[in-house]
């Protein structure tokens, strides 16, 4: 009898075994099947940490293009951008400092994306923060002996009530405060720089992220629009826009050589422009100038060619 107990229970426990690691197999081999993966080291990570990225191309394309990599907040703004090229194999990896624009803890997406395939994982985001020391509850004081109750006093005769003191206002002027009747400097404290993400379009027109227009883009976006609060806040939206469509018009330039030349002869009269913004240091210089370079753009790009359009309109209708 016991032991037919003891073959039972060994039976139940190699059945246990089985169904356990026939479903871990599956979970594991889940991402392995898809065109596309995405994957990090781990599930969790804290300021300071290396986020570690891989994922594997099941079937490269023809002509060689990168894995655009994008970490995007719980919030969904976009974290940081990043291009790479994979090995012959399919297999892609890249790493990314935790900490910076990534001030707020929650879940953060990581989206691949090649050519038209896309993918998306997740991983936790905890931030570094001290916690608070809890500290010792005192001790309780013994109760004092009661004290016997003194005689009764007279009561003091009322005190005149004081006059009421008519507070001096005082006038500061612009960028000061008033503090207890002495004008002080308002602290204005400046906004943390964000690390921006890449040119993908301009990349891909001029070639190389070391070409001279590309480079003159990222001083410009670094050097005077982030130093701002204006050029930072318009950033910000551009960012949320740009991404959105940039990956799929630089696949495209790369695939036809036509199309890359038609963007490049575009891109130059905005660049040009553009180069009126290196001499923008304050916010006003920033907010003017930058009005300027997309009056000009407009003016370029819209309303000179309708000009056009509509003289040539004009010259046909007269012949006729």
Sequence with gaps: MLKMKQSGFLAFALL??????FGLTDAVNAQSDLPLSVNTASSSYTTGNTIEISGMIKTLAEYEQPVVLMIVSPDGNIVTVQQVM?????FYSATVKAGGTMNSGGEYEVRAQYGAQKITNTFDFMTSDPKPTSQPEPEPTPEPEPTPEPEPTPEPEPTPEPEPVVEQVVNCGPGTESV???CQVI??????????????????AYGSELAPQVQMLREIRDNQLMNTESGSAFMTTFNELYYSFSPTIADMERESPVFKEIVKAGLTPMISTLSIMESAETESEVLGL?????ALNLGMYIAAPALIAMKVNQQIRSRI
Aim: proline share 5%; net charge negative.
């Design 290 to 294: 930058g009005l300027s370079v997309i």
């Design 180 to 182: 207890n009747g002495v």
């Design 86 to 90: 994979p090995d012959s194999d399919g």
């Design 187 to 204: 602290q204005i404290e400046e906004p943390e720089e964000s690390e921006g993400g890449g040119c993908l379009i301009a990349t891909a």
């Design 16 to 21: 246990s075994i089985s169904i356990l690691s």
